[in-house]
């Protein structure tokens, strides 16, 4: 990918991820019933469950980075060179490593 264009998708996708991250205040006002006090029972459900929904797609990211770098890791030097030959940049060229 050229680099004017990943920051262009950058920009993007962090417009969505904000978007998906304001979208649960609009019915949280719906989760926090008067009828349920003290204990609130289907407030704290949802809102653990969306944390659980949450740590499981990060796990999900984690393991999909770990697997990329690890592909990179075992290319043969040839497989680098090629990859110098081919002209192919940004976090797919083969000296890119995601770090955590």
Same mark, same amino acid.
């Not at 262009?8 to 006002?29: F, G, I, K, M, T």
């Not at 796990?59 to 990859?83: D, F, G, H």
């Given at each position: 990918?050229? !680099? /004017?264009?990943?920051?262009?998708? &950058?920009?993007? $996708?962090?417009?969505?991820e904000l978007?998906?991250?304001?979208?649960?205040?609009?019915?949280?006002?719906?989760?926090?019933?008067?009828?349920?006090?003290?204990?609130?029972?289907?407030?704290?459900?949802?809102?653990? !469950? /969306?944390?659980?929904?949450?740590? &499981?797609?990060? $796990?999900?990211?984690?393991?999909?980075v770990k697997?990329?770098?690890?592909?990179?890791?075992?290319?043969?030097?040839?497989?680098?060179?090629?990859?110098?030959?081919?002209?192919v940049t940004?976090?797919?060229?083969?000296?890119?490593?995601?770090?955590?």
């Amino acid at each position: 990918m050229e !680099g /004017s264009w990943q920051a262009r998708s &950058c920009v993007s $996708l962090s417009e969505y991820e904000l978007a998906v991250a304001d979208a649960p205040a609009s019915p949280s006002c719906s989760q926090y019933r008067s009828q349920d006090k003290p204990y609130y029972r289907l407030g704290h459900a949802v809102s653990l !469950g /969306s944390m659980v929904w949450g740590i &499981c797609w990060m $796990l999900v990211y984690l393991w999909i980075v770990k697997s990329r770098n690890s592909k990179k890791m075992a290319m043969t030097e040839e497989e680098k060179e090629q990859q110098d030959r081919d002209g192919v940049t940004g976090d797919r060229h083969w000296s890119f490593k995601y770090v955590f």
